[in-house]
């Protein structure tokens, strides 16, 4: 670590991958979406490795992308109390010079203004009622599958999952097998109210899918895209192909 070097920073853009090696083509384990606070902890000479102070993820992001901020202000942004997410599926800020910066859903807008930024969209405050869970996975319906993807235009179930409770005030997990050590273990699905998580194995036994149970025995989960599949005890069961996809673990009761 460059002792000049600044060690946070803050996504000013729309999203920055965030990737396991100091590589372009290296694997995409999580994105930074605007307003994002990061920690560096290491640098290349044109990569820092971050740490996302939201939930720990840690990889590369290229250095051109960066933002730094002074330990002062990181701390500011960082303690500030219910920060405000976009609620539209797309939206902008300004930078002041009639120049735009698209925002997308979940991001951080609360911090525009220490980027000079001015965001004018719609925005969700604060903690909400579990029955909006459900309301803000549908913005999500149809969003391809992208491995470490946090979008509309690219979410994978866990990103999913993570993002449709921190828009409602609730704090996730990155990953799947992480979210699945949180609240309580339900028997039955008939037990699970719209919102709770459904968590999926594979072969080896490892939690490697989440979706959000929906009433009357569905399930909103990414698979090839954002989808509605039926869930039963035995797992997800895609009409389409007449068969199940995903293999059911755990149903958990997180709120």
């Known amino acids: ?139 999500y319906l149809n969003a391809p599958y992208q491995w470490g993807g946090k979008t509309p235009f690219g979410i994978d179930a866990s990103g999913l999952a993570q993002m449709v409770y921190k828009i409602n005030g609730y704090k996730l997990p990155r990953n799947a097998w992480d979210q699945a050590l949180l609240g309580e273990v339900l028997s039955f699905v008939e037990e699970s109210n719209p919102g709770d998580l459904a968590f999926f194995d594979d072969e080896e036994g490892k939690i490697t899918h989440v979706g959000l149970i929906m009433k009357d025995n569905h399930v909103i989960h990414a698979h090839g895209k954002v989808r509605i599949d039926r869930l039963d005890q035995s797992g997800i069961y895609d009409q389409e192909q007449g068969r199940y996809t995903h293999r059911l673990r755990v149903i958990k009761k997180i709120l």
């Not at 853009?13 to 605007?34: D, F, H, K, M």
């Open 1 to 139: 670590m460059q002792k000049n070097a600044h060690h946070y920073g803050l996504c000013a853009q729309s999203i920055i991958p965030v990737r396991n090696t100091a590589n372009p083509s290296g694997e995409q384990v999580t994105q930074l979406l605007y307003g994002d606070l990061y920690k560096v902890t290491d640098h290349r000479k044109e990569w820092v490795k971050i740490r996302v102070t939201y939930d720990g993820t840690e990889g590369w992001i290229p250095k051109n992308q960066s933002h730094a901020l002074e330990k002062e202000d990181y701390q500011a942004l960082k303690s500030a109390r219910e920060p405000a997410h976009a609620s539209d599926l797309i939206s902008f800020v300004s930078m002041g010079n009639n120049q735009l910066i698209p925002v997308l859903l979940g991001s951080v807008v609360h911090f525009a203004d220490h980027l000079k930024h001015d965001y004018e969209g719609e925005l969700v405050r604060g903690t909400l009622e579990k029955s909006h869970l459900l309301n803000t996975a549908f913005l």
